[in-house]
Every structure is written in structure tokens, then in C-alpha cells.
């Protein structure tokens, strides 16, 4: 068996970082892609990094200058640094394994959830 374990997520102010963390273990020899998708209530998964097995990276275009994926070969781990946090990242991110082979392996997902700073109101009379 396959599994990608994630770690990292929580609970953070929007203009805070989070870390994200993935690794991969069980009978899996080798990886191509590895990547990072996220799934917020009532929507689809979609993709936010993805790094080859050359460190080429791909990012979705809400989080390019924000967020950085890298990756530990040796150890089949992939993390994601997440800086500039905003509310619109709130979801569950999936971590994703592709083989050679074309198979795909997903984590279990771990939520981070960015809350905002507010807004100030004053009532005056």
C-alpha cells in the first residue's frame, strides 16, 4: 500500500504563512509529479503547485508570487509554503503522488483556514 501523509495545515490570520508538508511512503518506488490541489466547501479540486521529478514547478495563477512548492527526492516529500495567506485560500489541501505509470495516490487532506482582520465600524449619534 500507498501513502501520503499531510501536515502543516491550521488555523492562521489572513497575511500570515502556513507550511504545508507531504511524504509519501509504502511501496512506491518512484514518483514523477508531486503537487499540492485544494478543495474549498461546494467546489471542485483544483490544482495550486505541482513540482516534477526535475523540480519543474506549475502554479495556479491565484497563488503565483505567494506560494512555493519544493521537494526532498530522496525522502518522497513535498511541501508548500504558503505566504501572503488570504481568506479566498481557506480549503482542504490534497497532497498528490503521480508514478510513472500514470497512477495517481492522494493524502487524506488537512484544512487551513484563513480568517480575515475585520473590519472597523463606528456608529456615531
Known amino acids: 500500500q500507498v501513502q501520503l501523509v499531510e501536515s502543516g495545515g491550521g488555523l492562521v490570520q489572513a497575511g500570515g504563512s502556513l507550511r504545508l508538508a507531504c511524504a509519501a511512503s509504502g511501496s512506491i518506488r518512484s514518483i514523477n509529479d508531486m503537487g499540492w490541489y485544494r478543495q474549498a466547501p461546494g467546489k471542485q479540486r483544483d490544482l495550486v503547485a505541482v513540482i516534477t521529478s526535475t523540480r519543474s514547478t506549475t502554479y495556479a495563477d491565484s497563488v503565483k508570487g505567494r506560494f512555493t512548492i519544493s521537494r526532498d527526492n530522496a525522502n518522497k516529500k513535498v511541501y508548500l509554503q504558503m505566504n501572503s495567506l488570504k481568506s479566498e485560500d481557506t480549503a482542504v489541501y490534497y497532497c498528490?503522488?503521480?508514478?510513472?505509470?500514470?497512477?495517481?495516490?492522494w493524502g487524506q487532506g488537512t484544512q487551513v483556514t484563513v480568517w480575515g482582520q475585520g473590519t472597523q465600524v463606528t456608529v456615531s449619534s
Open positions: 498528490n503522488a503521480r508514478t510513472p505509470q500514470g497512477i495517481d495516490y
